[in-house]
């Protein structure tokens, strides 16, 4: 198994780079850019915002090009083991050069001559937010993350206790009063968008009877969690369910529940130790990306209840063209979204005798 | 003498019908109450889409500068409905009564016995009209958007496959990183190249519902590859996209016609929610997404602008919902 999981991740590799690839190129090649406003810069400092940014260069140096100056000078400070001659160098290489100098205490084996977006990404540099003046992206995404990762965990725990709940409740009074009448509170979910649940909330709960906050993060206190929380998990709660009825109800026929129950084993036994485990693998599949989605946050959510998650970079970054912002959120949730797959397939396996990894 | 006398018999009876999957999922699904109900409620309203923009007595773009943000005509009667429920709700749990909105009277006469069901919205203009022309606008996406989904997704997934092997792995290998992009930003960016225009939208949306299309068609081509049929046509010389066009997709019509009526309330959604970001249908156009958007930030004051067009869209998701769910119980082969 443990040579699946490298298998997996070494093939990630190609697929992340792919995908950086495309949106890098995508986000550069749609018109507009972040500088571009309704009244036009001076020509002079449009120049330098956009050299400021490297903007300037050919897209393909925008994306990674080596920078041979640089190289040169570390590579000679590496063979020397001094710092290189101030004289000899001058402009942002020498700053770059130096400065390196000094955080490392000496001269480093590594070249850090690599320069385009790509280029500082290897060395795990995200780069500055375009439009968030003074942020780098990583800040701004180590601000955020959290926030989004409690509320979409929360969320999502939430949201797999109730649905499978229902999900099994529903199953095993397939056709009658119980399973209609809990799959059409669970369809609610995915009937009444987000954005018209979170103010009717909101409303009830926080503005008529008072009991609940409004809206604001609080510092993450639980009265504050409540209201987003299940904003974010009545549409997975519809899904979970309805997934999971479906799984247990073809598992139910299936021969060998027929057998554990021909064997006498209570009714308990034979849905808890065989058909449950059973069942659950459609929904396996389905939360690997669920929760990935939900993790990196949702705007809406986000503006209505005002909490400063990373959920809205994935539309205003892309709006504004916030080039490296946007980047920095997508790697996040494509990384994600490769993780928790390649979790869910080895859950997958682990609940389905019949996978075998290799 | 038996043998003839049988023989006699066969040939005399009548001859047996056979029921083919078709029609015994048309009968399973005309037996689901539920189904039916949202098919005749979905008609209904296509059909109030259709008729409601044209021949009403308030044009959609009709500004009526005396009727601003008017209450439909006994909605916010204190003695019943939403009001009600919430002042019930209050008096349990020990608080007063909500504050009284002002009655419509007051607020506008010259609205009362105007005909407007749905009250009026910010800017005077009929939300009735409004939010049928919203309906329209909501379903045009939903279907056009499925239709270009339906398109890319089935033959995407017919045709890897069918091919199967390192073809099969590389287009599924790019699914998949279609997959890990956000589908928000994949929105934008083609609405950004494209141009804001209404078509486009509907293809930008398509563009992206098509991926688990793709899935579930290639999953169904796996497993229907290995049959006889198929074997067969290939034996007897049929070139490949002959096989996929007159063998494989016929059947996998099933599970995609199960698809196609949850992708439609997805894209809706899809569109509402852009709408809400303010990326959707432009003025004077609307779509039930920017209606409630609208509604959503009036909703103390002017509930009626949020609650008539959320309700619309609860209600044909609902009934794409039980249409799928019909259909899936219909088609489904074990279930006889």
Known sequence: ?358 | MAIQDTEEAVLAAEPIKGRSLWQDARRRLFANRAAVTSMVILFIIAALAIVVPNVSPHPYKKDYYDRVACPPPDALNPERGVTQAINWVREGLGYAPAALPLSQAELCPEAVGQGHWFGTDANGRDLFTRTFLGAGVSLMVGLTATIVALFIGVLYGATAGYLGGRVDNYMMRFVDILYALPFIFFVIILMVVFGRNFVLMFVAIGAVEWLTMARIVRGQTLSIRRKEYIEAAEAAGVSNWAIIRRHILPNVVGPVIVFVTLTVPAVILAESFLSFLGLGVQEPWTSWGVLISEGAQQMQSYSWMLIYPALMLSITLFCFNFIGDGLRDALDPKDR
């Open chain 1, 1 to 358: 198994m443990l040579r699946y999981v490298i298998q997996r991740l070494v093939g990630a590799i190609p697929t992340l780079f792919l995908i950086i690839v495309m949106c890098f190129f995508m986000m550069r090649i749609a018109p507009g850019g972040p500088f571009t406003q309704e009244r036009a810069l001076p020509p002079e400092i449009e120049k330098n915002v956009l050299a400021a940014y490297d903007l300037d260069k050919p897209l393909l140096q925008q994306f990674i090009y080596v920078d041979s100056f640089v190289c040169q000078q570390r590579f000679a400070m590496w063979q020397t083991g001094q710092p290189p001659d101030a004289a000899a160098l001058s402009g942002r290489g020498l700053q770059y050069v130096r400065g390196a100098f000094r955080e490392t205490g000496g001269v480093q084996r590594e070249i850090k001559c690599l320069g385009g977006y790509f280029g500082k990404l290897l060395q795990g540099d995200f780069g500055p937010s375009f439009k968030k003046k003074d942020f780098s992206v990583s800040e701004l995404i180590a601000d955020g993350a959290p926030v989004s990762a409690i509320l979409g965990i929360s969320a999502i725990l939430l949201a797999t206790a109730i649905g499978v709940t229902f999900g099994i409740l529903a199953a095993l009074n397939q056709n009658r009063l119980q399973d209609y009448s809990l799959m059409t509170i669970a369809m609610i979910g995915i009937t009444i968008p987000s954005f018209v649940m979170a103010p009717i909330l909101t409303l009830i709960f926080g503005v008529y009877m008072g009991v609940l906050p409004v809206a604001t993060w609080g510092g993450g206190a639980f009265n504050h969690l409540i209201l987003p929380v299940t904003c974010l998990a009545l549409p997975q709660i519809a899904v979970i369910s309805r997934l999971t009825r479906g799984g247990m109800i073809e598992i139910m026929r299936s021969n060998f529940v027929r057998t554990a129950r021909a064997k006498g084993l209570p009714e308990r036994l034979v849905i808890g130790r065989h058909a449950l485990r059973a069942a659950l693998l459609p929904l396996v599949s389905y939360l690997g990306p669920a929760t990935a989605a939900l993790v990196t946050g949702s705007l809406v959510i986000e503006q209505i209840f005002q909490l400063p998650g990373i959920g809205k970079y994935f539309v205003t970054g892309a709006i504004e063209r916030d080039y490296t912002l946007v980047m920095g959120v997508i790697i996040l949730y494509a990384g994600l979204v490769i993780a928790l797959n390649l979790i869910a397939d080895v859950v997958y396996g682990l609940l389905d005798p019949k996978v075998r990894f290799d």
